[in-house]
């Protein structure tokens, strides 16, 4: 787009397709030769597209027909990565498939598996286009990833595969604890996290039991698990005052604020959408469980503002829609 003056970054989806029409209209794009376009923006996807939600084909319809239309870009969401691992067989190992088939692994997938059950060639051009889709991108002014921008592990990929995106020796080699490509999706797609000591579990609001919590990557100079803790669970009390050993705390990253602009999903915030740090935002505010559906309006500001998030609350338009 030769006259592209600014991006619209949107969160994590997961098959609300009509609230992402909603907020696509709202953001000033309209329907053309069936793609949403804009005369002069293009929206960046930070993933997870898939799973959970109710219209889980047509979000991807919509999401990759822009994208195909060069209307908008995207980067893959653990989501995705989860999909495409479920479904790809391993070539060596304990485990037939990439990503172990336990009832948790199911119950995650569950609603894309059955919303492709009757659409198998669908279900296998969009493993292909997962595979295309790039961990992260940078621009002039500003990054896009899923979960957690590490530029040690961004600079180490592009030395040993000169790509962004999977590849099928990558894909199999990431299923492998502790190899570099595990720890590359593992850090980019889900982000920094610290064991639960004690081998101690917490039940979390979705009703999947954690022995990790998700952590802050921009905390300066933190001392308590409290000052690192990013999820909507809270800890239990007995560990938010705990101080975090030297080992923890080396397992921290820290994203400073001479960083560029970095555009996040995953963490399922709540309320009102605004920046975490002046060069941080996460777009993930739990559309599918009816929080929002939220987009900042990216132009050259090199700090963020709270005024140019725009969103879509899915509760409401779900009363509207239903008349309750």
């Known amino acids: 787009m030769a006259d592209l003056q600014g991006y619209d970054l949107i969160g994590d989806i997961h098959g609300c397709a009509q609230s992402l029409e909603i907020l696509l209209e709202r953001l000033g794009y309209c329907r053309k030769d069936g793609v949403y376009q804009h005369p002069q923006r293009q929206v960046v996807f930070l993933g997870d597209i898939v799973d959970r939600g109710p219209r889980i084909r047509e979000a991807v319809q919509l ?109 199999q080699r990431s299923a492998n604890h502790g190899t570099f490509e595990w720890v590359l999706l593992d850090r980019l797609l889900r982000g920094t996290h610290l064991k639960l000591p004690n081998d101690e579990v917490m039940i979390s609001r979705d009703g999947f039991k954690r022995k990790f919590f998700r952590t802050k990557f921009w905390a300066c100079e933190p001392q308590f698990y409290a000052d690192v803790v990013f999820q909507p669970d809270p800890l239990p009390s007995h560990f938010a005052r705990r101080a975090l050993s030297p080992q923890e705390y080396d397992d921290l990253l820290y994203y400073g604020e001479d960083e560029k602009p970095l555009f996040i999903g995953h963490y399922w915030r709540e309320g009102q959408p605004e920046p975490i740090t002046d060069n941080i935002a996460c777009l993930d505010y739990s559309a599918v469980k009816f929080g929002k559906l939220v987009a900042y309006r990216m132009d050259a500001e090199t700090t963020l503002q709270a005024g140019k998030f725009v969103w879509v609350d899915v509760n409401q338009e779900f009363k509207e829609s239903t008349g309750r």
């Open 63 to 171: 999401v990759r027909g822009m994208v195909d239309a060069g209307s908008a870009q995207i980067v893959m969401g653990n989501h995705e990565y989860n999909l495409l691992c479920y479904l790809t067989k391993a070539e060596q190992g304990e485990h037939p498939y990439l990503r172990e088939r336990t009832p948790r692994h199911h119950r995650i997938l569950k609603e894309t598996l059955e919303q492709y059950a009757a659409y198998p060639e669908e279900l296998e051009s969009l493993l292909a286009w997962i595979m295309e889709m790039p961990l992260f991108q940078e621009f002039d002014n500003f990054r896009v990833v899923h979960a957690c921008w590490h530029q040690q592990l961004v600079d180490q990929l592009a030395q040993e595969y000169g790509v962004n995106h999977l590849t099928p020796a990558m894909l």
